[in-house]
């Protein structure tokens, strides 16, 4: 949807992983891009997070490829009923396959670079609280000189990282296909949604009009499967949260994946 924002919302643990993993992808995407050291760092840690398994958090590469064999599960099913699709179901499906074997061994060399780099390593020691060997202040005095040649630093990185990227960036696309969108409105800026029982959803996807999000509207969820509630708050510069009044209009979907 164009001139849109879209906000996704975990169902289920495994989505909850994929959200995550995606997120922290396109987060050292751009840091990567915009060739700032802190918030490169910062998305490093945060993806090494998933892949490694900490936290509470469970490695993420087996997450992706489960959610993978669920979508190709949903596809096969979904040919069944529309033969005239067939064809394109099953380009998909061909898809899924080479991206599950891409991910079968996981991710090993990004799992290296994460787990032994340096400068990664000193990050992390100075988020701890007693930092006595002083990590922090020796990040902050060498990044810049370090930044001046990032790309011998982060490449590496993002090389080994290309499989996962491409089943992660697939896997998105996909999952923004499976059904259409629902237009509501939020009267008095709240509402509920209400699954359906009998289908397992892993995600809700809502989408708001960019200058709606430029204003400081956000969605905000509760509730679990069964019922959802939806209000929209306004984030303002310099005030804290509060509600949004007014009748917000806005579009959803409910997945039916990964449930």
């Not at 490694?52 to 069944?80: F, M, N, W």
């Not at 020796?138 to 590496?156: E, F, G, N, V, Y």
């Not at 696309?173 to 237009?183: E, G, H, I, P, Y």
Request: aromatic share 6%; hydrophobic share 40%; charged share 20%.
């Amino acid at each position: 949807m164009s001139n849109m924002v879209q906000f996704s919302f975990s169902l289920s643990s495994r989505m909850r992983s994929f959200i995550e993993l995606r997120d922290a992808l396109a987060c050292l995407e751009s840091a990567h891009l915009s060739h700032n050291g802190p918030a490169w760092l910062h998305a490093a840690c945060d993806l090494s997070t998933s892949l490694l398994g900490d936290h509470g958090r469970k490695p993420v590469v087996p997450e992706v490829i489960g959610l993978l064999q669920d979508v190709e599960t949903y596809l096969e099913d979904l040919c069944k009923d529309a033969p005239h699709y067939q064809e394109h179901i099953q380009k998909a499906c061909f898809e899924i396959e080479h991206h599950m074997h891409q991910l079968a061994t996981g991710v090993p060399d990004a799992a290296r670079i994460l787990s032994g780099d340096a400068l990664l390593s000193a990050y992390l020691n100075a988020q701890k609280k007693h930092d006595w060997l002083g990590h922090k202040l020796c990040l902050q005095q060498s990044l810049k000189a370090i930044w001046k040649h990032s790309d011998l630093r982060t490449m590496p990185l993002h090389h080994a990282l290309t499989p996962l990227h491409e089943a992660v960036s697939f896997l998105d696309s996909m999952l923004n296909d499976f059904v259409a969108w629902k237009q509501e409105v939020a009267v008095g800026g709240s509402g509920h949604i209400t699954p359906d029982r009998k289908v397992a959803y892993g995600l809700l996807v809502v989408s708001l009009p960019e200058e709606a999000v430029a204003s400081g509207i956000i969605p905000d969820i509760s509730g679990n499967r069964l019922a959802i509630r939806i209000r929209f708050q306004q984030w303002l510069p310099g005030e804290p949260t509060k509600d949004y009044k007014e009748d917000q209009p806005y579009a959803m979907m409910l997945i039916p994946i990964g449930g």
